[in-house]
């Protein structure tokens, strides 16, 4: 007598609906474009090379390697937003409290 348990053909369609689902794309473009304004000019260049390599994974199918490159240029947007704020405060704040004698 056989007693293997049969296979859920349901769970098969789940997985194969499961593994083609796209995920949405997150390059963060718009962010990191935003940032070039700011004057952490190293730091957002990277930031904006990062995006651009999220949106070309995600356009070759690497949805993987576009979720990993779009966190990237995120941090890296966030990182050069907070350093260009720094900047102008403390351009603004010496600008502003020196005195010429």
Known sequence: ???KPKLDCSS???KNREAQE???LRSYLCLTM????CPAWPINIVALVFSV???KSYDEQDYDGSKRLGRK??????VSFVTGLVIITV???VHF?????
Not at 73 to 78: N, P, R, T
């Open 22 to 24: 796209i995920p949405p």
């Open 97 to 101: 409290t020196t005195h010429l004698v």
């Open 73 to 78: 240029a995120l941090h890296l947007g966030i």
């Open 12 to 14: 098969d369609l789940m």
């Open 53 to 55: 390599m999220a949106q």
């Open 91 to 93: 351009f603004i704040t």
């Open 1 to 3: 007598m056989n007693t």
């Open 34 to 37: 935003f940032t070039c304004f």
